[in-house]
């Protein structure tokens, strides 16, 4: 790739390391969230996320290494299998076989690179998960539509019982940097009759409004909204 351009998934929202890390700080070895992505000017490029191993370095390995003002100019991503630069809990040769996964996938041209990362990245770190059970079949029906949202790129981080006093709390966190409304769609046999806007104390910032069976909620570029539900 031609000038390579790096956007790195860490927590709180995406980076691009050649100009949002402050002075004087890593800019070498990074751990991320959902993954990193290398892009040229028309914004063709690759991506990738391990489901193992959370430590990357853009450009060239980062372990042992400092700079005040290190610009990767190389498109190459290393995922950094075993951490031994710290030896002061672990030793610092490990005996055994090594393996770790990682997806790669292409971003095309036209996409919209941090949501087309946040997607695939918290796929990849957050896979389907079923189980198998034997014996008699219960009253539950074999299939059935849990909590939906309007709009990809948003996590549900809770949905359950409220920390801070009744009801139910939900929590939505937006991870690809896009703003605007999201429905919520719930459960068909959810007992909740109404809901509020509240902050991450579980303090109220809106009046209580009576749910049905959707909930809309206008949310910013990389903000938590919480709501409780009674």
């Not at 390391?17 to 028309?42: E, F, R, S, Y």
């Amino acid at each position: 790739m031609e000038k390579p351009t790096f956007t790195v998934g860490r927590l709180g929202g995406p980076i691009d390391p050649a100009k949002d890390i402050v002075p004087g700080t890593n800019k070498h070895l990074m751990a991320v969230t959902t993954g990193v992505a290398i892009t040229q000017a028309n914004k063709s490029g690759v991506a990738l996320t391990s489901a193992d191993a959370p430590l990357i370095s853009v450009g060239e390995p980062g372990l042992w290494k400092y700079s005040m003002d290190y610009v990767p100019t190389t498109p190459a991503v290393f995922v950094n299998l075993y951490n031994n630069m710290w030896n002061t809990n672990f030793a610092l040769w490990q005996e055994g076989s090594w393996s770790e996964s990682v997806r790669i996938w292409p971003v095309n041209k036209g996409m919209q690179t941090v949501a087309n990362l946040t997607q695939y990245g918290w796929e990849t770190r957050l896979p389907l998960l079923t189980g198998v059970a034997e014996g008699k079949a219960g009253k539950l029906p074999a299939s059935k539509a849990g909590i939906s949202l309007s709009r990809s790129g948003i996590l549900i981080t809770a949905f359950g019982k409220n920390p801070d006093g009744d009801g139910t709390i939900l929590r939505l966190w937006e991870q690809a940097g896009n703003k605007g409304s999201c429905t919520v769609t719930l459960p068909a046999d959810h007992p909740f009759k109404t809901a509020r806007l509240c902050n991450l104390r579980g303090e109220p910032l809106s009046k209580e409004f009576n749910v049905k069976h959707t909930i809309e909620v206008n949310i910013k570029a990389y903000e938590p909204v919480s709501i409780l539900l009674q």
